[in-house]
């Protein structure tokens, strides 16, 4: 067991911002102090689990009772929150509904380049009305390569609108696409799938968030395709935080796996993805630090 163990930053891959209940009450999360505002709040959070910064996308739960126009604000609001706080909040996620037509989406996908210098898209199908693999997916990965974007799609082990298959199918279709899968390792038998998809398809990228510990696949995983496409993630919503403590750091810091590798999950390899966190944080790395 390795937990003193300690990397040079801890970046969070994953963190929502904004409506996502998971059908769980009041009593079970507890209640934020209304007075502190939400970045204050999820800085707080940060500090507690020992995070050094985090990338925001939206959650996915939000009204769509007007169309577009509540796309927009949300996009708005999660580039606004980065803005707050870069130096925490470094990157911003964006997204686009596949239920409305492309030509919407595509004036949107122009809005968060042009006005919001969005950092990449996300999406979470299963809250979308749409399979991972539906076809609007397929014009929308097709919209993010042509923007240069990356596009970060969720893969929840009890959703069969989000099963490994269909991330198989629109990996496969759209090689040139830089695809991050998270909460791939929620489930023991969907970790099985994601080894398959990883040696299929080195295009995609996954998050450690809620990974499913039994038999230690993240070890498994390094060992077999290299440190390089794993990024620190955790799934703590900001609001409300669901976790007493992020399981998945605690195994990643007891693990027998190298240094180097280590460093590569918790910080470098977001970096690699995102060189624009280096400024925004104020870090000045050196490029032997990142290729490390």
Known sequence: MRESRLTKYAIDTHHH?????????????????????PVEIHEQMLDSFGFTAACVLPGFQYDRTDGIANTRRVNDAIAAYRDSKP??????????????TFDTCRDEADRLID?????????????????LSDRRMHTLVDLAVERGLPCFVHLFAESNMEAPWSLLELARAHPEATIVALDGFSGSTQTRYL??????????????????????PLDTFV??????????????????????????????????????????????????????????????????????
């Open 195 to 216: 080894m398959d998809i990883a040696e299929r398809c080195p295009n995609v990228l996954f998050d450690t968030a809620i990974c499913f510990p039994l038999t230690r």
């Open 87 to 100: 130096t925490r909040f470094p990157v911003a996620l964006g997204t686009l509904e596949p239920l409305h």
């Open 223 to 292: 060992e077999t395709f290299g440190s390089e496409r794993l990024l620190f993630g955790t799934d703590s919503y900001a609001r409300p935080v669901l976790y007493n403590t992020p399981s998945v750091l605690h195994e990643l810091m007891a693990s027998d796996m190298p240094q180097d590798d280590l460093e590569n999950i918790m910080w470098r390899n977001f970096v690699r993805l995102f060189p624009q966190a280096l400024t925004r944080m104020n870090l000045t790395i050196g490029a032997d630090e990142t290729t490390a």
């Open 115 to 131: 006005d919001l210098n969005i950092d990449g898209l996300a999406w979470h199908t299963r809250y979308q009305g749409v399979f």
């Open 17 to 37: 911002v904004g409506e996502l209940s998971l059908g769980i009450g009041d009593d079970v999360t507890g209640r934020d102090d209304t007075s502190i505002r």
